[in-house]
């Protein structure tokens, strides 16, 4: 891209032109997402996550379903920090949430490294600043287990 083509209004114009065009287009094929699977997906992957394994932290969990809790709770928590936008006073909500998802977190995650064959323990490095946070979610993008390992049987 050419900076000194932007110091012409007219350049400049067409390129907003051009980028509303694309995101309207993005949003277009956003809005053709069926809302059945997302409210089967978080029902599944959020809801009965926390209604059947609250406090869970032994078998396996596999990448889906970390990764599918994971995005459903970040996409609760956008939720939250846009009402407090608006409401401030409502703060308390979102950090009653964060606290409950504490336990249920820590559980997913160490099943999570259950298959990987890899003990709970493991977890612990994110203790280590930096490093041991990047060295969890290397490994939570890992592909899990294909064969039975001593934490339980193999995802089907």
Do not use: Q
Not at 27 to 32: E, G
Not at 136 to 144: A, E, I, R, V
Request: hydrophobic share 50%.
């Amino acid at each position: 891209m050419d900076f000194n083509s932007l110091k012409d209004t007219n350049n400049l114009k067409a390129l907003l032109k051009s980028m509303g065009h694309d995101i309207a287009e993005a949003f277009k094929s956003v809005k053709d997402v069926n809302g059945e699977k997302f409210k089967n997906g978080f029902n599944t992957y959020f809801v009965d996550y926390l209604k059947n394994n609250y406090a869970k932290f032994d078998g396996r969990a596999t990448r889906r379903d970390y990764w599918m809790f994971v995005l459903y709770s970040l996409l609760i928590s956008i939720a939250f920090n846009i009402v407090i936008l608006i409401i401030p006073v409502l703060a308390i909500l979102s950090l009653l949430y964060g606290i409950a998802l504490i336990v249920p977190s820590i559980g997913l995650g160490i099943r999570r490294l259950h298959d990987l064959n890899l003990s709970g323990w493991f977890y612990l490095i994110a203790l280590i600043p930096f490093i041991g946070g990047l060295a969890l979610l290397f490994l939570f993008c890992m592909p899990g287990d294909a064969e039975d390992n001593k934490f339980g049987p193999a995802a089907k």
